[in-house]
């Protein structure tokens, strides 16, 4: 049995209302931040947000970049999350991410989020289509860069 709680993030874009359902299982075991989510005290002091491999991290969704200051002081004057990032700048630099928002070599813009039950949560949007890894300078790693036993 579950319930779904009546929480509702609203983001209202072109006349049109999208809603996202939480839900909640009373006889679930407590989260566990920084294994089945990211902790947010780990992500303020580090900046980074590691879960368990197999762990959902986060979701995101794509959005308008011209709208996203608007969601984002929305979800904030909502009062339903505990963090809610300034708009992110990822870019294709080694470090990942771009102060400026102007720089040519920003690829997403993005904020974040906690959801009702502590699920990272991320409002993105694109700016450059990737054509295979040739399209991006510095590839994200993965399982292959995990340290062997």
């Not at 609203?10 to 566990?32: C, K, M, R, T, Y």
Request: aromatic share 10%; with cysteine; glycine share 8%.
């Amino acid at each position: 049995m579950f319930h779904v709680a009546s929480i509702r993030v609203i983001i209202e874009h072109q006349q049109s209302v999208s809603g996202l359902a939480f839900f909640w299982f009373p006889n679930a075991p407590p989260a566990d931040p920084g294994s089945s989510a990211p902790d947010l005290q780990k992500m303020l002091t580090t900046g980074q947000h590691p879960t368990a491999h197999g762990a959902m991290n986060h979701v995101a969704f794509n959005v308008p970049e011209c709208h996203l200051e608007a969601y984002r002081t929305r979800i904030e004057a909502s009062k339903m999350s505990s963090f809610v990032s300034p708009v992110v700048y990822h870019a294709d630099v080694k470090s990942g991410f771009s102060v400026d928002g102007t720089d040519g070599k920003v690829t997403f813009a993005s904020v974040y989020f906690f959801g009702p039950d502590g699920e990272l949560l991320e409002l993105t949007s694109q700016r450059h289509t990737f054509a295979g890894v040739g399209g991006i300078k510095h590839v994200p790693r993965t399982a292959l860069f995990r340290p062997q036993p």
